[in-house]
Every structure is written in structure tokens, then in C-alpha cells.
């Protein structure tokens, strides 16, 4: 079993900023694309950002470009999601997750094989 664990989650009003992070207890990191995705409230869960495997290659979903960077440092295996000029829309419960097609996380597809638990980012307007 693959252990994601997710921190950096809070409360924040908007404008306001908060860097996520995410720590992959994976030997080799350095294979595999890694992706953050959401869940607001009553609603689906969506992909936020991807980052490929080499730190190369970054997807940005249209809610988050501009405001939200995606990075990994593979030496601490993780991953990181800096997000800015936060609006209350963005709050939800942030997941990581990765899978082992790496172009499942690059396109953000719904149906990963391995997730985290999750952190929570409540905006406050």
C-alpha cells in the first residue's frame, strides 16, 4: 500500500495564500507523475494540477492557472502546491494522488490508482 500524507491545509481569507504539501513514501519518486485535485462541498472531485514525473511537463485546470504552481523536490519526495490570490471557490478538501500510467495523472483523469487523505482549505470571503 502506497502512503500519501497531505499537509499545509487551513483556513485563509481570500486573496490570501497557503502552500500545500504532499509526501510520497514511494522508492522511486522520480517515476511517476503526481497530481492535486479537489472536492468542494456537495461537488465532484476535480484535478487541480499534474506535474510529470521529471518536473518537466505541469497541467493546470483553467480555475487554477495563473494562481496556483505545482513543484515537486524529489530528494524530499514531495510535492508541492502553492496557491495564491485564494477565492472561497477554492475551498475543499485538496488530494494527491498518483498512479501507475503516469498519463492518467498528466491529464488530471478522475479515477487514479493511489490518494492521500486529504487536507482541508476552507477561504473565508
Known amino acids: 500500500q502506497l502512503e500519501i500524507v497531505e499537509s499545509g491545509g487551513g483556513l485563509v481569507h481570500a486573496g490570501g495564500s497557503l502552500r500545500l504539501s504532499c509526501t510520497i513514501d514511494?522508492?522511486?519518486?522520480?517515476?511517476?507523475?503526481v497530481g492535486w485535485y479537489r472536492q468542494a462541498p456537495g461537488k465532484e472531485r476535480e484535478g487541480v494540477a499534474s506535474?510529470?514525473?521529471?518536473?518537466?511537463?505541469?497541467n493546470y485546470a483553467d480555475s487554477a492557472k495563473g494562481r496556483f504552481t505545482i513543484s515537486r523536490d524529489d530528494a524530499k519526495k514531495t510535492v508541492y502546491l502553492q496557491m495564491s490570490s485564494l477565492k472561497p471557490e477554492d475551498t475543499g478538501i485538496y488530494y494527491c494522488?498518483?498512479?501507475?500510467?503516469?498519463?492518467?495523472?498528466?491529464?488530471?483523469?478522475?479515477?487514479?490508482?493511489?490518494w492521500g487523505q486529504g487536507t482541508q482549505v476552507t477561504v473565508a470571503s
Open positions: 506535474i510529470s514525473h521529471n518536473g518537466e511537463i505541469t
Open positions: 494522488a498518483t498512479d501507475r500510467l503516469n498519463y492518467r495523472v498528466e491529464q488530471l483523469l478522475p479515477d487514479l490508482n493511489f
Open positions: 514511494l522508492f522511486r519518486i522520480n517515476l511517476y507523475s
